[in-house]
Every structure is written in structure tokens, then in C-alpha cells.
């Protein structure tokens, strides 16, 4: 539960930076001030979509808003009535979770290099069957 905490202490402090009351939130996303409240107070799970809400409207990274504090994981729940997923996070990661996040960055900056040098690549070799496309004609 302190991951939820941590949470809607941060969703306060936004909150609040902006001058905002918490009956101003909660109508923007159309819930009850009461609702509002308890995910502040870290008495309630809040779904993903929502958290992605909450930090489109306070204009802050929803990535920064969730990974506040200790680390957090998140466990989709479908219930089995409805079909609805909810989503929970639990303050559960391994201690190595920011080295797997940079880990994940250098792969994805080299992939991306990767895709530019064979798209590079690919443009010499159509240059080149090009001009070998040309040399064949003039030795006609």
C-alpha cells in the first residue's frame, strides 16, 4: 500500500502547485471529491488509465507519477463478472529495476542506429545497382 500513498502524496503536491482544490480534480475527471480524496490519501486503488489522466491534467510525466518513492509493479486483475481489468500497483520490483531501465535505453538507442545504418545500407546498394545497371548498358 505505500506505493499508493507515495502516489496520491505526489497527485497532492501537483495538486496544490496548481492551485487546485481536490473538488476541482475531481470534476475534471468526473468523480466524486470523496474518490478523489481516498486515492490522495492512498486509501484507494486507482486504475492506470485514470493515473494516466490524473497526469495528463496536472501536465506531469505519468512514468514520474508512478515511480515515486519505491518501485512499483502492476498486476492486471480481470474480473471475471464483467470482464473489466483492474489495474493495482503493488511496491514490489527488483533491486536491479533502474539497471534493466538503462540496460533498456542503450538497446533501444542501438537498435535505433542500427535501423539507420541499414536503411543507409540499403540506399548504397540500390546506388549501386544502379551504376552496375548503367555500366552494363554502356558496355553494349
Known sequence: MEAIKDTGEKLRELRTRKGWT?????????????????????????????????????????????????????????????????????????????TLLVEKEKTDLENTFLKEKIELLEDKIKNLEKLMEMMNKDKL
Open 22 to 98: 481536490q473538488e476541482n480534480v475531481a470534476e475534471m475527471l468526473g468523480m466524486s471529491v470523496s474518490n478523489y480524496s481516498n486515492i490522495e490519501q492512498g486509501k484507494t486503488q486507482v486504475s492506470i488509465p485514470k493515473l494516466a489522466q490524473l497526469a495528463k491534467k496536472l501536465d506531469y510525466d505519468f512514468f514520474e507519477l508512478i515511480t515515486l518513492g519505491e518501485k512499483n509493479v502492476f498486476h492486471i486483475k480481470e474480473n471475471k463478472n464483467s470482464g473489466n481489468q483492474a489495474y493495482i500497483i503493488h511496491a514490489s520490483l527488483p533491486n536491479n529495476y533502474q
